[in-house]
T-cell receptor, first 116, second 114 residues
């Protein structure tokens, strides 16, 4: 079974609108960390936001927020006020257990296109 | 400060040749990871190093792949007798040990096997 599932291969959003990118995960470990990365066409992986499984509040970083629904095992990324520069691939990733350093498991990604 | 540095940025080689890919992590980061990204796919874990501990090699696809990390800093990923299916972008990342610290990625090495 896939650990990280991103069901939207591609998404379109109008500039200045908000968009939600879906991510569901599968784990039996109570301690895990969830990450979102952005990969523009230039190829670099840019860290956006982190949510720990024990965190009480949803993570926010500027225009990025994480809609963390633990019971549903979902960690959707919300981008508010989309900009043309947000066009990129977005990857959801999980680390389990969330202690020390363990490798990330990535989803297949969602390609977001922002339309002017 | 300086980010994760990878070299070369591009490598084209003939099938059957050996290649070495280099990664220079962010200073002070104790963990170093290698991932592979095939065209249009997510990232696939290959190997990771944490301090002086034995590396986790569980993601290496075959015994043609090996990696070392010298002095707890620079790492080299070696692929022997390259095959066409080895063509991919090889990404290196490093991080601090604390659990809420993200991995920071280099720009990758695009490897093409002819």
């Amino acid at each position: 079974a896939q650990k990280i599932t991103q069901t939207q291969p591609g998404m379109f959003v109008q500039e200045k609108e908000a968009v939600t990118l879906d991510c569901t995960y599968d784990t039996s470990d109570p301690s895990y960390g969830l990450f979102w990365y952005k990969q523009p066409s230039s190829g670099e992986m840019i860290f956006l936001i982190y949510q720990g499984s024990y965190d009480q509040q949803n993570a926010t970083e500027g225009r990025y927020s994480l809609n963390f629904q633990k019971a549903r095992k979902s960690a959707n990324l919300v981008i508010s006020a989309s900009q043309l520069g947000d066009s990129a691939m977005y990857f959801c990733a999980m680390r389990e257990p969330n202690s020390g350093n363990t490798p990330l498991v990535f989803g297949k990604g969602t390609r977001l296109s922002v339309i002017a | 400060g300086a980010g994760v540095s990878q070299s070369p940025s591009n490598k084209v080689t003939e099938k059957g040749k050996d290649v070495e890919l280099r990664c220079d992590p962010i200073s002070g980061h104790t963990a170093l990871y290698w991932y592979r990204q095939s065209l249009g796919q997510g990232l696939e874990f290959l190997i990771y190093f944490q301090g002086n501990s034995a590396p986790d090699k569980s993601g290496l696809p075959s015994d043609r792949f090996s990696a070392e990390r010298t002095g707890g800093s620079v790492s080299t990923l070696t692929i022997q007798r390259t095959q066409q299916e080895d063509s991919a972008v090889y990404l290196c990342a490093s991080s601090f040990r604390e659990r809420n610290q993200p991995q920071h990625f280099g720009d990758g090495t695009r490897l093409s096997i002819l």
